[in-house]
């Protein structure tokens, strides 16, 4: 019913950047609030930030506030994650979700989102 495809992920230098898209298909009318979550090996998944299905609000973690930009393009459902700044860490997938009506208020539980997509890699290493 709803498909999230995500792309943009890779190696990248410290300091460096990328930008993550994510794309919706199916009913993307039942949609609300879409969100990024990253999830290194042996650890939980980690809210990154949230953005309204209208793209005028949106909410970051502490540890990328100031470096990371949600942005939101609704004419081809299209969400996307600027990084700049990138700290040299372990590898951690990135993944894409979104919550669905009545849900729409900004939450870091991934509980909240009903979907998700199939996850990119983000490896920030020289």
């Known amino acids: 019913q709803v498909q999230l495809v995500e792309s943009g992920g890779g190696l990248v230098q410290p300091g460096g950047s990328l930008k993550l898209s994510c794309t919706l298909s199916?009913?993307?009318?039942?949609?609300?609030?879409m969100g990024w979550f990253r999830q290194a090996p042996g650890k939980e998944r980690e809210f990154v930030g949230i953005i309204s299905w209208t793209g005028r609000s949106t909410t970051y973690a502490d540890s990328v506030k100031g470096r990371f930009a949600i942005s939101k393009v609704n004419a081809n459902n299209t969400l996307y994650l600027q990084m700049n700044n990138l700290k040299p860490e372990n590898p951690a997938i990135y993944y894409c979700?979104?919550?669905?009506?009545?849900?729409?208020?900004?939450?870091?539980?991934?509980?909240?989102?009903?979907?998700w997509g199939q996850g990119t890699q983000v490896t920030v290493s020289s």
């Open positions: 199916g009913r993307t009318f039942s949609l609300s609030s």
């Open positions: 979700a979104c919550m669905e009506r009545p849900f729409s208020s900004p939450s870091s539980n991934p509980i909240e989102y009903a979907y």
